[in-house]
């Protein structure tokens, strides 16, 4: 990992880099870290020289021993960081040959200054900044089930009151507001989740999800959807490039793609607005006060006016005037005695 780039140390480390190095403080070091790296460890740490520390990748193969540096950081030594070593990098173990005369400090946890070099150590790495960042928003007033379970990215912005449960990862520029309830099993990428809003079991990437309302469980919620004050994405709902207004519901098994929905309206299990016609999407218009029955195929472009109706199992193709219904499937036939002329025989197990 380039060491510039090492987001484990601190500012405040960095900061105590008053302490000069010497053979005492190099000792304690290497007591600090012998469980981490054990005796070979601390055998070859206690061998260094003053004129520098080497990474363990790129010592001769019988000398590659576990090393580390103890954060003996100046700021003026990073820019004369260079890259001329086997794997290209710029180490912040170099510093201790730049700085003369050489100063060192104790740092509070000695894991802020391991490298990464494998995934195992990555994921130590990774597992030391959640904990710090988790225990950063705790104090802030943001409740967590359990912390370690809990994957926050350093650019998420979280208010006081927010609860998050078990399985939560927000990540890119996701905020959540004050009395939100987000979790258990939720994936949130560069989305918003309003205040007092609920989201469960569900997945947001580019979504913006207005006060008080509810997503999930099982929802996808794609880039371009906004969910206003009230409005709800529920059970197997998928919801693109679209609007839903206040208080209007998508309670469960929907595809929304590409639609206006207005306040107070509600969608129908089942209900799919066919905005792709193989070539180009188009839009569907629902206004305020709609009642779309389930199953009702919605094939765009279309517009369903205000306070109307469709019925279960339609295929709209038409625009719907304000206030009608609109119905679309064959009649019904019913054929008499037709079990009996087939001569069906009971089959207790249905098959």
């Not at 055998?43 to 090393?67: A, H, I, W």
């Not at 990215?153 to 004050?178: F, I, K, M, Q």
Request: hydrophobic fraction near 40%.
């Amino acid at each position: 990992m380039p060491a510039k780039r090492n987001p484990r140390i601190p500012p405040r480390a960095l900061k105590r880099a008053t302490m000069l190095w010497s053979r005492e403080f190099t000792e304690r070091v290497a007591r600090d870290m012998a469980e981490w790296g054990g005796q070979e460890f601390m055998e070859t740490f206690m061998n260094f020289s003053y004129g520098g520390l080497y990474d363990r990748n790129v010592l001769p193969q019988k000398t590659r021993e576990l090393c580390a540096v103890a954060a003996c950081v100046m700021a003026n030594a990073l820019p004369q960081l260079r890259t001329d070593n086997a794997k290209k990098e710029e180490y912040l173990t170099d510093v201790v040959g730049i700085l003369a005369p050489v100063a060192g400090f104790e740092v509070e946890d000695h894991r802020q200054t391991l490298g990464v070099n494998s995934h195992d150590q990555l994921a130590a790495a990774d597992a030391l900044m959640r904990e710090r960042i988790n225990a950063a928003w705790m104090v802030a007033g943001v409740w967590m089930q359990d912390p370690y379970s809990t994957y926050l990215d350093a650019t998420v912005a979280l208010s006081p009151g927010v609860r998050l449960y078990p399985g939560v990862h927000l990540e890119g520029a996701t905020s959540v507001a004050a009395g939100a309830v987000v979790g258990p099993q939720v994936f949130a990428i560069d989305s918003s989740i309003g205040t007092g809003a609920r989201v469960w079991y569900s997945v947001l990437r580019g979504a913006e999800v207005g006060e008080q309302v509810d997503v999930g469980p099982f929802a996808s919620l794609r880039p371009g959807t906004v969910l206003h004050r009230g409005s709800k994405a529920g059970t197997f709902v998928e919801i693109k490039a679209s609007t839903v207004g206040p208080g209007s519901k998508v309670p469960h098994l929907a595809y929304i793609g590409d639609a206006s929905i207005g306040e107070d309206s509600n969608i129908g299990a089942g209900t799919i607005t066919c905005n792709y016609d193989g070539f180009r999407k188009h839009r569907t218009v629902i206004g305020n006060h709609v009642f779309i029955g389930s199953d009702t195929m919605l094939v765009a472009p279309v517009e369903i006016g205000d306070g109307a109706f469709t019925g279960a199992g339609s295929a709209i193709t038409r625009d719907v005037s304000p206030g009608s219904l609109a119905v679309e499937r064959s009649q019904q036939r019913e054929v008499p005695g037709y079990a009996a002329r087939r001569g069906r025989a009971d089959d207790p197990e249905g098959e």
